[in-house]
């Protein structure tokens, strides 16, 4: 039982830590799965996109309209494969 306990402490530092990140970066990031499903973004890049907490789960091309570059969805695509 210790050992997991050791484990549950470790991977809530690390989420700790991950969450701190995303509250404070100035860089818009957004955190897709491979099927190009929203998981995460940044406050910046909820600013510049337009996005909704509700936006979380939802497909990235939903919100195409509020990316500046055409490619945007087409370079994802090519960096996951």
Excluded: C, W
């Excluded at 337009?50 to 695509?77: A, C, H, M, Q």
């Amino acid at each position: 039982m210790e050992k997991s306990h050791k484990n549950f402490d470790a991977v809530s530092e690390l989420n700790e830590l991950l969450e701190n990140y995303f509250r404070n970066t100035i860089i818009p990031q957004l955190f897709v799965d491979s099927d190009l499903v929203l998981r995460k973004f940044t406050p910046t890049a909820k600013r510049q996109f337009k996005l909704k907490d509700s936006d979380v789960g939802r497909p990235i091309e939903e919100g195409k309209e509020y990316f500046r570059f055409s490619t945007f969805i087409e370079n994802i695509r090519n960096v996951i494969t």
